[in-house]
């Protein structure tokens, strides 16, 4: 049994080479606990040359574990994964196994998000690739979580298979869906809209009333936070706190919330709805939801020229304008114009919190679109943001 290390930083890296035995452990632990003595905060025991591992050999991985929590276990094989799920011990201890390497040569490449680029490998699956990296590898692994979790809860999603490696990247293989999105379909079948936006408002209906048990998700105003604390480059810190302020007046739920939900990320397959793209799937309010929608159609329209709004969101914006006026009468469950205009009035003040954090993950955002954001934040939402923070809680109440 050999052992070869690296170190990053406050990260080591350990590679096990050979078998664990009840006969080398004893060394194997001195050599390990020597290494460890300083206590780094993240230990990974790379298992992709261990060949096999012995009873007192996984006994010691519990034992470092305890002295560092933050250990995990990488590239096991299959064999050794089977041990630790009869035995229990992946229970105890972080672990994953060696991704099967493929490759999207001659694939078709038939989406590019935020999060990566999306392949199709045959007439069943596809892949979504992200970088090879700790982000990338860490974004991997919560949308899949999020895949399975949300699937399970019964939101309408394709199936998430393995976690695969293709050359220097990580993806997530998932079922095909052989089906066009709301938003072409709505540009190129006008006389369904009605129909299917209905359908669309009922269905973030349905996935608002999902009560989802601790843990299973993100928290979605953390998320908000995050974000908002990393926009230095545009706002002062005064602006900044009063986007967390915003953030902490939205009450906190533990409703499921897409985090995406919009025209191009669900497709249509005959009358019924499908969803993907889970990687912002979280627990929140369900204005999170709502200001999606709100954002990607009529509130680019009441911001931008036409010719934008075209290229933008791929409709014209007298159709934006129609698909919001049957989403927010079917979902909010009225045709009351009062009550309606103090629905708008509440999400347009919020849509400048989700723009503005927004602003370093949507490529649609260029350097001149985020001048433009950030100007018309200073203009219309932070001189009165106490307001509407005073003004908007019972809407939000309500929600």
């Known amino acids: 049994m050999k052992l070869e290390h690296s170190r990053q930083g406050n990260e080591v890296t350990v590679c096990l080479k050979g ?39 996984l006994r ?17 094989s299959m064999e050794i994964a089977d041990l630790l799920q009869v035995t229990g011990v992946d229970t105890l201890l972080d672990s994953r196994r060696a991704l099967r390497e493929i490759s999207v040569s001659g694939c078709p490449c038939i989406g590019k998000g935020k999060n990566g680029a999306v392949y199709r490998l045959d007439g069943e699956t596809i892949v979504k690739l992200y970088p090879a990296d700790s982000l990338g590898g860490r974004e991997a692994d919560q949308e899949k979580q999020n895949a399975k979790a949300a699937f399970v809860l019964g939101v309408p999603t394709p199936l998430s298979y393995d976690i695969v490696r293709c050359g220097e990247e990580i993806g997530i293989i998932f079922e095909s869906v052989e ?26 209906q349905r996935l608002h009333s999902i009560e989802v048990p601790a843990g299973t998700f993100p928290d979605m105003g953390e998320t908000y936070r995050k ?23 939205i009450p906190v739920r533990n409703t499921y919330v897409h985090g ?33 929608v709100y954002m990607l159609g009529i509130d680019l329209v009441n911001k931008f020229p036409p010719q934008m709004v075209k290229r933008l969101i791929g409709w014209e914006p007298d159709t934006a304008r129609k698909v919001w006026e049957i989403f927010r009468s079917v979902y ?6 009062r ?47 106490a307001e509407s923070i005073g003004l908007f809680a019972g809407i939000l109440g309500e929600m």
């Not at 010691?60 to 096991?76: F, G, M, Q, Y």
């Not at 191009?264 to 990687?279: F, K, S, T, W, Y």
Request: proline share 5%; with cysteine; hydrophobic share 45%.
């Open 339 to 385: 009550r309606l205009a103090q629905i708008e009035a509440m999400l347009d003040a919020y849509c400048w919190l989700r723009h503005l954090t927004f602003l370093n993950i949507a490529p649609v955002y260029t350097p001149q679109l985020r001048q433009k954001i950030v100007a018309g934040a200073r203009a219309h939402l932070f001189p009165k943001a």
């Open 227 to 249: 974000r908002a604390t990393g926009l230095t480059e545009y706002l002062t810190a005064d602006e900044i706190h009063l986007l967390e302020q915003m953030i902490d007046s």
């Open 179 to 204: 089906a066009p999105s709301l938003r072409d379909v709505v540009a190129n079948e006008p006389e369904r809209t009605e129909f299917l936006v209905t359908r669309a408002a009922q269905l973030l």
């Open 60 to 76: 010691l991985l519990l034992k470092l574990r305890e002295i560092c929590p933050t250990l995990s276990l990488c590239n096991v």
């Open 260 to 292: 995406d939900y919009h025209r191009g990320n669900l497709m249509v397959q005959g009358d019924e709805l499908i969803l993907i793209d889970m990687a912002d799937s979280s627990t929140g309010h369900p204005l999170y939801d709502v200001l999606s």
């Open 19 to 57: 078998s664990i035995t009840a006969e080398n452990s004893p060394r194997l632990e001195a050599e390990l606990l020597s290494l460890l003595q300083d206590r780094p905060e993240k230990v990974i025991l790379d298992a992709g040359e261990l060949v096999s591992i012995s009873g007192s050999g």
């Open 332 to 337: 909010f469950g009225t045709r009351d114009a």
